[in-house]
């Protein structure tokens, strides 16, 4: 556990690595980015609470149970997204032109329009989740591993 | 003699490698042949209605291979996960 | 039309997976071995990025992008997925180094050799 200054700042800079994560998770489909890249943003904040705090604190906020759930659903809401076009074709993108998320953008350089895109935003948010509880439970696993020989269940 | 056989080995291995990668044998690099990228550069905006032409080819021309990509993410965290218990059985009395 | 002399991006690729080639014949210690694979990974991503790049191409987004070609995008896809398949194995391997200092003792690779039963 590091001294008071470094642990002052680091809870306020939370909050806007955590933002600026989920910025870039949302706008995958007018910029560059999207679910891993999201994903891999948020990790470098959880791993900066990790060296400011011990991680003795931090196993207290992130339970195991909590983290093997969350990934657990991520991959499933993809799969599920994956089948639901499944009358014409495995992976059919079938939102495009119905209302939830199917606008079609004008043809050519045009500014964004954030109701694009079909299946693509939600399997999107679908991975982000999966990318941050997978790779967070794993930095926390190796931290406790290496302090004491701590049970983890 | 270990030394020997390594150095040789790495000589012929780079040489081969430099080789396939100048000009006679590889083609100029900035014009490469193009067919089912100019397909897509020119269709993905009416069928998947996506600004991000990569974002689409990702998720959507070529799901399958994310699907495979999840999947060997999951399996590595299970693995790691499993490797790094300490281990609960302190008394072996048997 | 320019040409870049002596294709420099697809020499300095292999000018990486050369390097890596020395580390992993010649050195013993399990970390440097884990670093040289690393290092071969970096150079097979960027050689497929610059296999896609067309002169004086544009991202491919249509989100306000100027005039001119656009970048070919299906190698940009192919090296999203190689990075993250790279970033798993290299976690694994982690963990089995962590393990086998922990039973052997030493990080010498000739060392943990012997098949003990």
Redesign the interface.
């Known amino acids: 556990m590091l001294s008071k200054i470094v642990r002052t700042v680091a809870n306020q800079l939370i909050l806007f690595i955590l933002i600026f994560g989920l910025y870039v998770i949302a706008h995958g489909q007018i910029t560059p980015g999207g679910g891993f890249q999201g994903g891999a943003v948020i990790v470098s904040g959880v791993v900066m609470l990790l060296v400011a705090f011990s991680s003795k604190e931090l196993k207290k906020s992130l339970r195991e149970r909590v983290l093997s759930i969350m990934e657990s659903t991520g991959a499933l809401i993809f799969i599920i997204l994956a089948f639901v076009g499944i009358g014409t074709a495995f992976f059919y993108n079938l939102l495009v032109g119905t209302p939830i998320f199917g606008h079609i953008p004008p043809i050519g350089p045009n500014p964004g329009d954030i109701w694009t895109g079909g299946v693509v935003p939600l399997m999107n948010l679908a991975v982000g989740i999966k990318v941050v509880a997978g790779l967070s439970a794993v930095v926390l696993a190796l931290a406790l591993f290496s302090s004491g020989e701590e049970v983890e269940e | 003699m270990r030394q020997v056989t390594g150095l040789i080995a790495l000589i012929v291995l780079v040489a081969f490698l430099v080789w396939g990668v100048l000009p006679p044998t590889m083609r100029d690099f900035g014009y490469p042949p193009s067919d089912m990228d100019d397909y897509i550069i020119e269709n993905a905006q009416e069928q998947t209605g996506n600004n991000n032409v990569v974002a689409s080819v990702v998720f959507d021309y070529r799901g399958f291979d994310t699907l495979g990509e999840a999947t060997i993410l999951f399996t590595a965290v299970t693995g790691v996960l499993l490797l790094l218990r300490a281990s609960k059985r302190r008394k072996e009395s048997s | 039309m320019?040409?870049?002399p002596?294709?420099?991006?697809?020499?300095a690729?292999?000018?990486l997976?050369?390097i890596s080639?020395?580390i992993i014949?010649?050195k013993k210690n399990l970390i440097k071995l884990i670093m040289g694979i690393a290092m071969m990974a970096s150079g097979v991503n960027l050689f497929l990025v610059?296999?896609?790049?067309?002169?004086g191409g544009n991202?491919?987004?249509?989100?306000?992008?100027?005039e001119g070609p656009?970048v070919?995008?299906?190698p940009?896809?192919?090296t999203?997925?190689s990075i993250?398949?790279n970033v798993?194995?290299l976690?694994?391997m982690?963990?089995?180094v962590?393990?086998i200092y922990r039973h052997t003792g030493s990080l010498d690779s000739e060392k943990s050799r012997k098949l003990k039963g």
């Open positions: 320019e040409h870049i002596l294709n420099f991006p697809f020499l690729a292999a000018l997976v050369g080639f020395y014949i010649f610059a296999l896609g790049y067309r002169a991202a491919p987004i249509y989100t306000d992008v100027p656009m070919l995008p299906v940009q896809a192919l999203l997925t993250v398949i798993a194995v976690a694994l982690l963990t089995i962590i393990r």
